[in-house]
């Protein structure tokens, strides 16, 4: 299921790196032109010293060289495409994090997210007996008071009569939670690396849309 406001991160983020991610693909098309300049140089050198041996020889060497630049300048954008996504996600991991410490950012609050992402989690499982595991940060920040809200946000969302409880071991993760149903055994990871890995796949598309536009 979605969260809405890691969603929204991500979509802060494809923005923020399109300028770069702009323009190492404006880079990479110049470096590709060069090449394809080249090449198309070489083809008709090659074409004019072969072609005493006939013209269709000539012919079939210059659409083979031609053929061979198309790939390499394919191979090229890709390679500049897959590291402009990467960085995007890696810059979004970075966010993600000084998000968690300082708690807020921009306009996003990590109390929100939390509560989204417990909310979401026992969506999934049947179990009215909810355990939550954090790490050591969040582990401290959720006293009786914060825990007693996001219960009822929990039951407003789920419409069940859920009770929450904290584990007293911590686990280390950027951030997030880990909900386990006591009842039936499920447990399920909504830490924000696992979360952002999912988005990763499931936008990755998006992504690349909105860095390159129609030229992946």
């Not at 968690?100 to 996003?108: V, Y």
């Not at 929990?154 to 950027?174: A, P």
């Amino acid at each position: 299921m979605s969260d809405k406001g890691v969603d929204k991160i991500i979509s802060y983020i494809n923005a923020k790196a399109d300028k770069e991610t702009s323009e190492k693909l404006l880079k990479a098309q110049t470096e590709a032109d060069k090449i394809k300049t080249a090449a198309q140089e070489k083809a008709e050198r090659e074409a004019e010293r072969i072609l005493s041996d006939g013209k269709r020889v000539a012919f079939l060497e210059e659409q083979r060289i031609i053929a061979e630049t198309k790939i390499d300048v394919r191979r090229k954008r890709m390679d500049a495409q897959e590291e402009a996504i990467a960085e995007s996600f890696e810059e979004a991991k970075k966010i993600l994090e000084e998000l968690a410490e300082k708690g807020n950012l921009d306009n996003f609050v990590y109390k929100d997210i939390i509560f989204n992402l417990v909310a979401s989690a026992s969506e999934i499982v049947a179990g009215n007996k909810l355990e939550l595991v954090f790490n050591q940060r969040d582990s401290k920040i959720f006293n009786k008071k914060m825990l007693g809200e996001l219960t009822t946000f929990v039951k407003n969302r789920t419409g069940r009569d859920v009770s929450l409880t904290l584990t007293d071991k911590t686990m280390q993760f950027l951030g997030g939670v880990v909900v386990r149903d006591l009842e039936k055994h499920v447990e399920v990871d909504n830490t924000l690396e696992t979360k952002l890995s999912r988005l990763k796949e499931g936008i990755r598309v998006d992504v690349a849309k909105i860095l390159f536009g129609d030229r992946i």
